[in-house]
């Protein structure tokens, strides 16, 4: 399942457990590389190319490192090595 899909079954599907659910995203702060948490329910768009955040910030799919609801990892990003692609 690509990110994408997971991140569409949990905004559509009536049964889908959405509380306490965010999306890790790699980011760069003074030119470190770090993550931070977005909870789902600030994303506003699933688009084919990433998602838009409620405050209208596109982040593309292949900045996500993981899907988690609490510790639990719904959908892990695939090694780096896999061409930085996800």
């Known amino acids: 399942m690509t990110v994408r899909e997971l991140l569409n079954r949990l905004r559509w599907d009536p049964t889908a457990v959405r509380v306490g659910v965010t999306i890790e995203l ?7 590389e770090t993550t931070q948490q977005l909870p ?3 994303v506003q768009e699933i688009l084919p190319a990433g998602v838009v955040s409620q405050d209208g910030t ?5 900045r996500i ?22």
């Open 26 to 32: 790699r980011v760069r702060k003074q030119g470190r």
């Open 40 to 42: 789902f329910e600030l």
């Open 58 to 62: 596109f982040l593309p799919y292949h």
């Open 65 to 86: 490192v993981a899907v988690r609801r609490g510790r639990e990892v719904l959908w892990p990003a695939p090694a780096r090595s896999e061409h930085g692609q996800t």
